[in-house]
């Protein structure tokens, strides 16, 4: 008399390995590398669905998250500002330079200006979230500031900008699976972008340096001896 449920629920369990396979084919998860082409691909087709789709986007949506798991922030390349200056007097004089310096952001991916504000609006949210850290995309900077220069030499400021740095996962969540291989039938509705690298301005902590040099033969002919 108790076969019948334990045959029904074999029966119900048959019928649920029977039927998986379609469910996790529309659920498929694509793992790519940020220097992957198809993981800019992915994040354009992402930017055109939500572009296309109705208010309020629903069941056809795609959204984009950043899931950092390293944050540092570290001085970035150190480059000249301002003018250079030449000291052709006998002794040390100090020059009164002003400078002005534009230092932006970089990350892993070739996308369209469109996308690369979707997805740096995900990167800003998580890190600050998770490290407590704020961002600027691009920092200007404009100062005045006292140069000396050694004898017959030739002077400028370089300058180090605080970069901070973060590497994570992107996510790309997709309401409907999407075609993003050519030359296959598989959809994915979602699609992980390992080692996805954003790094900005901090506007802190930057580094200016007073840098010299003797002046080269031709700059020198006219160097007090």
């Excluded at 208010?55 to 984009?64: A, E, I, M, Q, T």
């Excluded at 970069?163 to 996962?169: C, E, Q």
Aim: glycine share 4%; charged share 20%.
């Amino acid at each position: 008399m108790r076969r019948g449920p334990v045959l029904a629920g074999i029966a119900a369990g048959m019928l649920a390995l029977t039927s998986s396979p379609a469910v996790a084919a529309d659920n498929r998860t694509l793992t790519l590398d940020a220097s992957d082409p198809l993981a800019a691909k992915a994040l354009q087709i992402c930017y055109d669905v939500h572009l296309i789709s109705e208010v309020p986007y629903v069941n056809n949506d795609c959204k984009v998250t950043y899931d950092p798991t390293a944050y540092r922030a570290a001085p970035g390349p150190e480059h000249p500002v301002g003018d250079r200056v030449l000291n052709y007097a006998s002794t040390t004089v100090t020059h009164t330079l002003a400078w002005t310096d534009t230092v932006t952001s970089s990350d892993s991916f070739e996308v369209s200006s469109s996308v690369k504000s979707t997805i740096w609006g995900a990167a800003e949210v998580a890190v600050t979230a998770k490290y407590t850290k704020t961002w600027t995309r691009s920092s200007t900077v404009s100062q005045t500031n006292s140069l000396p220069v050694p004898a017959c030499n030739a002077g400028w400021f370089s300058r180090a900008a605080e970069m901070g740095t973060a590497t994570g996962d992107l996510r790309v969540d997709f309401d409907r699976s999407v075609k993003i291989r050519s030359g296959t039938k598989k959809r994915y509705k979602h699609v992980v972008i390992k080692n996805s690298t954003f790094s900005a301005p901090t506007g802190k902590n930057d580094l200016l340096i007073a840098r010299s040099r003797p002046m080269t033969a031709e700059e020198r002919s006219a160097c007090a001896s």
